[in-house]
Structures are given as structure tokens and as C-alpha cells.
């Protein structure tokens, strides 16, 4: 079956700017996490939702930050007025619905702030 | 502090040959699970391999098994029969217990280049 998919792949903005990101997870599973990635580090923790709610946002490093869930199967990560620290891969992830299942991620989105 | 800890940057293996990835983690909760994961360089994590806190064997498949020692909190990927395919970034993770949370703690991650 289709994998975990993340759009755009490559995302180029300017400082200031506002941008989305969209994820879009395995068929099924309720749970769904955003991490993010710098370079040469491993993936850290941002966002972590149960159906359509947020239960655990405490990785959201400031409130220009925002994820949402609606219908509890898309989500999309908003950040506003992007910086230049911003810059990383964004990398989305899905479970069944049990905690502790195993995160699935997605290919990721390649944020550029300029 | 360091949750997980990855002291090996890069590693260097032989096509065929096994190799180990060290990996080490901290917690006091009792429940937790470690993961394995490997980032090719098209950059998406592919899950390997699990083991629970609880589980009383070592975790193996197929190539992938993790030399779990509870006591000395460490939980090493071993990797049989190298492929050219294997090289990669690895990286080790933890989800600790707590209700309201599923989040993985990640560690900075080794590169395993194989060589023929």
C-alpha cells in the first residue's frame, strides 16, 4: 500500500514569508507526528496527534509554529514568518492507533528560508 | 542529558562482513522501546528494527538484529552479510513511557559506508 507522502519536496521562501506543509499518512493509522531535521543531526520531535487532536505539541519550538488535523487523517504544519534557523527537513510520520507502534515517516520536505 | 547516544560517526565495513552500531540510551522509566532506523541519502527513514523494554530475547530481522543489554542500557544494531545497499545513515531511537506522549528521542546518527 501507498507509504506516508509529504508535499512540496523542496520548499524555497524568503525570511518572513509564511509557509505549509502538507502531510499525508498511511491509510489507517490515527496517530501522526512532525519532527524536524537539521543537517547532520537526527530527527527531532515537534508534534504528535491522536485522531485530530494534538496530544503532545511540547516540541513546537515557539508559537510561530502550528500544526492542524481536521478530519483527523491530513495534517498540515504552518509555520509563520519564517527565519533563517527554520531551515531543515521537515519529516512527517504515521501509527495505528496503539501507542508504541511503529512510526512510518514520509519522504520529507526540504525547507529553504533565504 | 543525552538521551541516546551514538559514539560512532562513521564506520567503514567490508561487503559480506558484519558490522556493529553502538547505540546507548538513558532513562529511569521502565517501559520504554528502541528503534533502528536507516536514512539513505534520498532521505527517508526506513524502519528496521524494535525492541521493547520487556522483551526477553533479542529482536532479529532478517539481517538486522540488536544486541539489547538492559543492564548497561545499551542497544546495538548488528548488521550481517553487508551490502553496497547498506550504507546509509543509522540511527537509534527511544520512545519512553508516558500516556500522553509517542514521541522518539533520536540520537546524531552513524554512517556506515560499505565497501566491495
Known amino acids: 500500500g501507498a507509504g506516508v507522502s509529504q508535499t512540496p519536496s523542496n520548499k524555497v521562501t524568503e525570511k518572513g514569508k509564511y509557509v505549509e506543509l502538507r502531510c499525508d499518512p498511511i491509510?489507517?493509522?490515527?496517530?501522526l507526528y512532525w519532527y524536524r531535521q537539521s543537517l547532520g543531526q537526527g530527527p527531532e520531535f515537534l508534534i504528535y496527534?491522536?485522531?485530530?487532536?494534538?496530544?503532545?505539541d511540547s516540541g513546537l519550538p515557539n508559537d510561530r509554529f502550528f500544526a492542524v488535523r481536521p478530519e483527523g487523517s491530513v495534517s498540515t504544519l504552518k509555520i509563520q514568518r519564517t527565519e533563517r534557523g527554520d531551515s531543515a527537513v521537515y519529516l512527517c510520520?504515521?501509527?495505528?492507533?496503539?501507542?508504541?507502534?511503529?512510526?512510518?515517516f514520509g519522504p520529507g520536505t526540504r525547507l529553504l528560508v533565504l | 542529558a543525552q538521551k541516546i547516544t551514538q559514539t560512532q560517526p562513521g564506520m567503514f565495513v567490508q561487503e559480506k562482513e558484519a558490522v556493529t552500531l553502538d547505540c546507548t540510551y538513558d532513562t529511569s522509566d521502565p517501559s520504554y522501546g528502541l528503534f533502528w532506523y536507516k536514512q539513505p541519502s534520498s532521505g527517508e527513514m526506513i524502519f528496521l528494527i524494535y525492541?521493547?523494554?520487556?522483551?526477553?530475547q533479542n529482536a532479529t530481522e532478517g539481517r538486522y538484529s540488536l544486541n539489547f543489554q538492559k543492564a548497561r542500557k545499551s542497544a546495538n544494531l548488528v548488521i550481517s552479510a553487508s551490502q553496497l545497499g547498506d550504507s546509509a545513515m543509522y540511527f537509534c531511537?527511544?520512545?519512553?513511557?508516558?500516556?500522553?506522549?509517542?514521541?522518539?528521542?533520536f540520537g546524531t546518527g552513524t554512517r556506515l559506508q560499505v565497501f566491495p
Open positions: 525492541q521493547g523494554s520487556y522483551d526477553q
Open positions: 531511537a527511544m520512545r519512553e513511557g508516558g500516556y500522553n506522549t509517542d514521541k522518539l528521542i
Open positions: 491509510s489507517g493509522h490515527t496517530a
Open positions: 510520520a504515521s501509527s495505528l492507533a496503539e501507542r508504541g507502534e511503529t512510526q512510518y
Open positions: 496527534f491522536q485522531g485530530t487532536g494534538a496530544a503532545d
